[in-house]
């Protein structure tokens, strides 16, 4: 059975504008999110990996429109809602939600709980007043808390609850498709499982899409369908899980791959360090913007912009950003650590 798409993403573009000079007028551009395409079908999990300030999070704020993007389209559902006005964009907000990344600050402290998820309700109309706290109830338990600490305030609740909060106030708008922008990284481990178990069963449970965003590739290996592989605002590598993980393609995710850490220290194979830093956003390099770590860069890579395609040692889904994956992956080229 073909999958259904659900959102699509093509040529998007964030470029953040910085102000100089005695008028304030822009001299250049952050370009955090520089022409990234992508699909998500319905009740998958797709996932966007990355260092710190790859593109991550803004791409998740972008298609959500909490930052308005530069250029490109996210179509969803058949329509493009970075086209419409944003008086039109509640009637998508409840189709669209996001979790954020610190349970802290996403909750206003002066607000019980209740009122968090009653407001969600009130805003897209969901239900009748006097049914509304039924569904809190009810919502509060979908999440594994008590109907009776509906009354409570976000601080008397611990970083777990708090985020099992964000996730009742997601759903109670019932969303199509939901954002998880770093959700667990704030946790600690034992949380994390919880968390992501929780977030499974309900995606089983009410037919959820996610967009999990995340720098931890072990809570991906966990939870996703589909990787993305962001580097400096571009998409380097595209994939299902298994594929990505057992025959990564580009640099970059070796790189990424080698530094997870594993139980038994004498199974690890060598690391792979990248020297340098990652160049800034402002003025990314040329070519490939990899090229200023990869071992394996030439002239070619310096000055030649690689695009995303797959190869005969990949599956048709699997594609990489690199002019020399194939080269790489039969050994006919010697890194330069």
Do not use: W
Not at 302 to 317: A, F, G, H, Q, Y
């Amino acid at each position: 059975m073909a999958k259904k798409e659900l959102l699509k993403v093509e040529g998007l573009k964030q470029y953040f504008p910085i102000k100089g000079g005695f008028l304030g007028r822009t001299v250049n551009h952050v370009k955090a999110v520089d022409d990234i395409s992508f699909t998500i079908y319905e009740g998958e999990t797709v996932s966007i990996v990355g260092e710190s300030g790859c593109g991550k999070s803004t791409t998740g704020r972008a298609i959500l429109r909490l930052e308005e993007p530069t250029d490109g389209s996210v179509v969803f559902q058949g329509t493009d809602i970075t086209k419409i006005p944003k008086g039109e964009m509640r009637k998508f907000r409840k189709d669209l939600q996001i979790i954020f990344q610190d349970p802290y600050a996403s909750i206003n402290p002066r607000q019980t709980v209740a009122s968090v998820l009653s407001e969600a309700m009130h805003i897209q109309n969901v239900l009748p007043p006097d049914q509304r706290r039924a569904r809190i109830e009810q919502l509060l338990e979908t999440v594994g808390l008590r109907p009776y600490q509906a009354d409570r305030y976000p601080h008397e609740f611990s970083g777990g609850q708090r985020q099992r909060i964000g996730i009742a106030r997601a759903l109670s708008v019932d969303p199509k498709l939901i954002i998880c922008d770093e959700a667990v990284s704030a946790l600690d481990v034992s949380i994390q499982a919880q968390v992501l178990n929780l977030l499974e069963e309900l995606q089983d449970e009410y037919g959820l899409t996610y967009l999990f965003i995340s720098h931890d590739l072990g809570v991906v290996r966990h939870i996703s369908d589909r990787i993305i592989v962001m580097y400096l605002g571009k998409i380097v590598e595209i994939a299902d899980k298994n594929s990505l993980f057992e025959n990564p393609q580009h640099p970059y995710t070796k790189a990424l791959l080698s530094a997870i850490p594993v139980p038994d220290p004498d199974a690890v194979k060598s690391r792979i360090v990248l020297k340098g830093d990652v160049p800034s956003p402002i003025d990314p390099p040329q070519g490939c913007r990899f090229h200023t770590r990869c071992p394996f860069a030439t002239d070619k890579c310096r000055t030649e912009e690689p695009v995303l395609r797959t190869s005969d040692i990949m599956k048709d889904t699997h594609e990489a950003a690199c002019h020399y994956m194939e080269e790489i992956s039969a050994g006919k080229m010697t890194p330069n650590y």
